[in-house]
């Protein structure tokens, strides 16, 4: 049960408390919503899923390094992760 997890210390997130925020750059815009963390051994890649532009396209899908180069803020009770991303990467 969640009331046996330890405390998640400054900067640290269990992956279950991140499905499912939403993802905004810098400049707003929107990235995407996490569906899934990805371990690559030395750190966490969020996955992403948008809504596609036009009706009939699939989703578009964006990993972004979960580190501190890349990730500006956590706001979990705001369900958003702001990020320095562009849209093209």
Not at 67 to 85: E, Q, S
Request: hydrophobic share 40%; net charge negative.
């Amino acid at each position: 049960p969640r009331s046996s997890f330890p405390t998640a210390g400054a900067d640290e997130y269990y992956w279950v408390d991140l499905l499912g925020l939403h993802v905004v750059n810098r400049e707003g815009l929107a990235l995407g919503q996490v569906k899934d963390l990805m371990s690559t051994g030395p750190q966490t890649v969020l996955v992403l899923s948008q809504a596609p532009a036009e009706e009939g396209q699939p989703p578009v899908e964006r990993m972004i390094p979960f580190v501190a180069a890349f990730v500006d803020n956590v706001d979990l009770p705001g369900r958003k992760i702001t990020v320095d991303w562009q849209l093209d990467y």
